[in-house]
């Protein structure tokens, strides 16, 4: 986002939740909240094993859209790293479904891994593709996309009665508000768009708990 010496406090606020909310975080950060607070859904696994999934879930599901995004950028197929304009959305979705399916299948196939890591890592692959197929018509807000799948997902670990998932939930509620408001304040997107996202993260979440135990 362009440096604006005329923004307001509240608008200067948005812009660092922008960046510290960004949803290229979320995957990791998920895995590294039931990585550490819900170690029953590793059960079976090795300290090893269990730090190669941590490592992997980061690598692939943040490192490399992050890489792509630059290389996007350098190569000057995109103007800004922010992706203003709808269309430079195109090539890091794509590459961004990718890398998120790949890290879903690697967990499914490799490591055979709890129903609910699999629900998380699917839902992020399946809120991306809705992401981008909203992409194709209008500029869809991927923040509140992403917040409102990390909210969801929240709260099928309570619905499971998980550990501290009444605490994931709460915060991830108040996160998603927080970060719609702020996209809204910096005039990002409309309040379609917004909304839209937080469909899209809920629908995709949703899709993938009821879709992954029967793949």
Request: charged share 10%; hydrophobic share 55%; aromatic share 16%.
């Amino acid at each position: 986002m362009p440096v604006n010496s005329d923004y307001t406090p509240w608008q200067k606020v948005s812009r660092i939740l922008s960046f510290l909310l960004h949803p290229v975080f979320l995957p990791s950060l998920l895995f590294a909240w039931i990585y550490f607070l819900n170690p029953e859904l590793f059960y079976g696994f090795s300290a090893k094993q269990k730090g190669l999934q941590f490592i992997s879930v980061a690598y692939i599901s943040l490192t490399f859209p992050i890489l792509t995004v630059l290389l996007l950028w350098k190569l000057k197929f995109i103007e800004s790293i922010h992706m203003h304009e709808l269309k430079e959305r195109y090539g890091v979705l794509i590459a961004s479904m990718l890398f998120y399916f790949w890290v879903f299948w690697v967990f499914h196939k490799q490591f055979q891994s709890h129903l609910l890591i699999q629900t998380l890592l699917g839902g992020v692959f399946m809120t991306t593709v809705l992401v981008f197929l909203a992409s194709i018509l209008y500029k869809i807000s991927m923040h509140t996309a992403g917040w409102s799948s990390a909210m969801t997902f929240a709260g099928v670990l309570a619905f499971h009665h998980l550990p501290y998932s009444l605490l994931l939930l709460i915060v991830t509620v108040l996160l998603a508000g927080l970060i719609g408001s702020a996209r809204l304040n910096l005039k990002a997107h409309t309040m379609q768009e917004v909304y839209s996202g937080y469909m899209a993260g809920l629908t995709g979440m949703l899709l993938s708990y009821f879709i992954v135990p029967h793949i």
